[in-house]
């Protein structure tokens, strides 16, 4: 009995040691780390090529960046809104596999689509072969096609990828309004057009504003679809000043020019929201009732969310489909075995770890108070805001330095030379794997622990519980489904992940989105399609799951 008392007082319990709080700050360094890196190396180059990249190519790099963002904002608003629109409030033909059918984009990275586009609409492509064959044309001098390879080109893939991000989060928001406001409306005489502009678009804007928010954070960070359409943007410039002219200072000097651009980016969504809040009139309020749209109408209805389908997915998957159909050796490459077995290893050894991570910081920030949570959880999501490229930056300059200060230790000590045991190994790939994406995990578990009901760990502690044994005994069964769902959407991104791997992988290592992107860089598409078609495959799991959970 006084073991038993001993165990519930509080006083005893806590001169336990706590290392909960030290773990969750060390986590925390961590994700953060490579920011800083870049920071400290931005501002303390070894050579300043500041005013040489401010006076020759820094300018262009952010005009076209800019232009790029500026298309992608657009394009992206207008197909995710209005697909979202059409679908939540109407009913025409298709729509009930249609508003699951626009998610599918999600899986194809947008260096496939790019690929897929360039394949199709090139000179030798099926289309102006076609026109050709049909015209009676023999040259490209007997009539106009647009350039496939142009920044143009770029913003149209990119939308196309990207498009779901508004389109799920607006649909979400006009599924959680009442559907008494467009009545009234309605009563009112609102037309269609006025019951858009007046009532749904006022309530969905914060949700179009985030989801816009987040498709311009990808076009940032992308590398490979601007690269393949020889768009030259900041990531570029990261390559190449890096690189090519290997001026690490240089390099972290125009990364820091992105995070400037990404921190604007949450700033503008966070100010677009104008402080307004929206919130639904409670369990009884009556849903939206779709409108039948019939004849023509309905058929309209149906090809508008037909095309970001066919564009951001039926095109590229038909065209990685028929290159992998001409040259079904491909299959049996031994390069896509190693490529494979690669990518599952470090793929999914990083989606553990970051899970596990990020249920150990939340955990323990929460435990810790919620206002050292609501202190360091927000700051910890900047690895996700940050591009691949910037954060191989930041992790490979002082790893490297790390790795040689190890090396020359042990052989110091011992005679025996190690080798690069960091840098040289898949360790420093996953670990940017985990600081890319942490805020991912971060987020659904943060989410996932709020919905536990404070009375159970309570009851668990109050019955002798540590910490530990109250997170594996009550909080851990009740979060299966969002700690599942997190590990599949971390694996599904380290998979599809370009520029961090093509910067930190060590040499000879390839993943399946390295091999997609070195056999496509030299026109070799019928080799690089399997293993396209296997990275959409892995990408089409996660849609599938979100899907289900969208249903209503």
């Keep these: 009995m006084t073991e038993r008392f001993s165990q519930l007082d509080p006083a005893r319990r806590n001169l336990r040691p706590d290392l909960w709080t030290p773990g969750a700050v060390l986590i925390a360094v961590v994700v953060l780390a490579p920011v800083v890196a870049i920071l400290w190396i931005a501002l303390t180059p070894t050579e300043n090529i500041w005013p040489h990249l401010m006076a ?21 608003a ?14 025409f033909p298709g729509r009930d596999w249609l508003k699951h059918a626009l998610l599918f984009p999600l899986a194809i990275p947008a ?49 196309f990828a990207l498009y779901p991000y508004v389109y799920l989060l607006a649909r979400a928001a006009w599924r ?17 057009w006025g019951l858009f502009l007046r009532v749904g678009l006022p309530l969905a804007r914060p949700a179009v504003a985030a989801g816009v928010a987040l498709a311009l954070m990808e076009t940032v960070a992308d590398y490979g679809t601007v690269q393949h359409f020889g768009v030259q943007t900041l990531t ?101 075995v190693e490529a494979f077995v690669n990518t599952l290893v470090v793929a999914g050894g990083a989606a553990v770890a970051t899970v596990a991570a990020a249920l150990y910081l939340v955990y323990a920030l929460r435990m810790a108070g919620s206002r050292v949570a609501g202190l360091v959880l927000p700051v910890t999501l900047i690895g996700y805001a940050a591009p691949g490229a910037v954060l191989a930056l930041g992790l490979l300059i002082p790893l490297a330095a790390l790795d ?26 996953g ?41 594996s005994a009550v909080y851990l ?34 993943t399946l989105a390295t091999r997609v992107y070195e056999l496509a860089s030299l026109e070799r598409l019928s080799e690089a399609a399997p293993a396209a078609l296997v990275v959409m495959a892995v990408g089409m799991v996660a849609v599938v799951l979100l899907a289900r959970e969208q249903r209503d």
């Design 176 to 192: 959680e309004q009442s559907g008494r406001s467009y009545e009234v409306a309605r009563a009112l005489g609102c037309g269609p």
């Design 78 to 91: 207008l197909m995710g809104t209005g697909a979202a629109w059409l679908v939540s409030q109407y009913r």
């Design 431 to 471: 670990l940017a794997y985990l600081v890319r994406f942490f805020g991912i995990a971060q987020g659904a578990l943060d989410a996932a622990y709020g919905r536990v009901a404070p009375s159970l760990p309570m009851a668990a502690r109050s019955l002798g519980r540590t910490p530990g044994g109250t997170l």
């Design 236 to 336: 570029t410039g990261i390559f190449s000043t890096w690189l090519n002219g290997g001026n690490a200072g240089g390099a972290a000097q125009i990364a820091l020019v992105i995070l400037a651009l990404i921190l604007l980016l949450v700033g503008l969504e966070r100010a677009g929201r104008g402080g307004a809040k929206f919130h639904r009139l409670g369990r009884g309020a009556r849903e939206v009732e779709p409108q039948p749209l019939d004849g023509v109408a309905g058929w309209m209805a149906t090809a508008l969310c037909l095309l970001p389908v066919a564009g951001g997915f039926l095109l590229p998957v038909g065209v990685m489909l028929a290159q992998s159909l001409s040259a079904p050796e491909g299959w049996l490459a031994p390069g896509l």
């Design 477 to 510: 069964p009740l979060m299966r489904g969002s700690v599942l769902t997190a590990l599949l959407v971390v694996f599904v991104d380290c998979v599809k992940e370009l520029p961090a791997t093509l910067l930190l992988r060590p040499f000879n290592y390839n």
């Design 404 to 429: 040689h200060w190890l090396a020359d230790t042990v052989l110091a000590a011992t005679g025996w030379d190690p080798g690069l045991l960091i840098t040289g190994t898949a360790f420093a790939l």
């Design 56 to 76: 020759t190519v820094l300018p262009r790099y952010l005009a076209t960046t800019l232009g790029l963002m500026l298309g992608v904002a657009a394009l992206t």
């Design 111 to 159: 260096y496939v689509g790019a690929y897929a586009l360039v394949d199709f609409l090139d000179y030798a492509g099926p289309l102006q072969s076609a026109l050709r064959a049909a015209f009676g044309w023999t040259t490209a001098r007997d009539y106009w096609f647009p350039e496939t390879r142009s920044l143009t080109m770029a913003i149209l893939v990119l939308s």
